[in-house]
């Protein structure tokens, strides 16, 4: 029987292209996103791989939706062997400028949508002997993010709470369940395209792998995590930045 991942964020960007590499290596795939149109697409491309595929239309910051979601999982598979927590939404705004609203989102996305995930999925992959966790965090979490356009100190603070989360979860399901995060650098995907055309020369020469990151960059990553054995690494944040020297 096929193992079983869900990806949060998964119809565009680096979640699509994680949910594509773990459908390569032979996982049924669950598409969790906003839009439809983008599952739609996803989903058609994983059907064309010969895998398995459900797809869901839904808000992380939903706990109860999460939890529909993964009952219908066990439902249609009987099992999840991987949870990636890749859904998240960058915030720009300053301590002076931001809301208490809007940083309360920023939170609830970035880092109450893993919980939402994790939560339901726990005794799911117990039940079939274990399974691995991985979450987005960003290297912003190490640096502070200060000199970035469109993840000031918010987005930060949560993509920090992140690796928090991912250590002290290592220590409480291990050995069962593996839980890692990584943390990616400047990454081009549709939501950041623009962003980075106007100083990707500039930004790659701060790089020592002297280019910007791509999608499959960090798929290769979360498909290493989700697949090695044996497996020996958990609680551990990897940051997929091509050493961003400079910040």
């Known amino acids: 029987m096929p193992k079983v991942a869900l990806i949060t964020g998964s119809g565009r960007g680096i979640g699509r292209a994680c949910a594509l590499d773990l459908a390569r290596n032979g996982f049924d795939i669950v598409l969790v996103d906003l839009i439809e149109e983008d599952l739609d697409r996803t989903a058609g491309e994983i059907w064309a791989l010969g895998q398995q595929v459900l797809t869901f239309v839904a808000d992380v910051r939903d706990h109860q939706k999460a939890k529909d979601i993964i009952a219908a999982v066990d439902a249609g598979f009987q099992r999840l062997d991987v949870l990636f927590n890749n859904a998240g939404r960058p915030m720009p705004k300053g301590i002076l ?27 799911l992959m117990r039940r079939h002997g274990g399974g691995r966790i991985i979450n987005m965090s960003s290297m912003n979490a190490h640096t502070g993010g200060v000199t970035s356009a469109v993840s000031k100190f918010s987005y930060t603070a949560a993509k920090a709470g992140i690796l928090g989360l991912t250590r002290s979860l290592a220590k409480e399901l291990g ?3 593996a839980v890692n995060a990584v943390c ?64």
């Open 184 to 247: 990616p650098g400047v990454i081009k995907t549709e939501r950041s395209n623009a962003m980075i055309d106007a100083r990707e020369a500039q930004l790659a020469a701060g790089i020592s792998m002297k280019r910007v990151g791509t999608p499959q960059d960090v798929a290769s990553v979360v498909t290493f995590l989700a697949t090695a054995e044996p497996n020996f690494v958990t609680g551990q944040d990897i940051q997929i930045d091509g050493f961003q020297w400079v910040r």
């Open 97 to 123: 400028e931001i809301s208490e609203e809007e940083f309360d989102d920023t939170i609830d996305i970035n880092l109450k949508g893993a919980f939402n995930y994790i939560q339901p999925s726990v005794p």
């Open 175 to 177: 050995p069962e369940i």
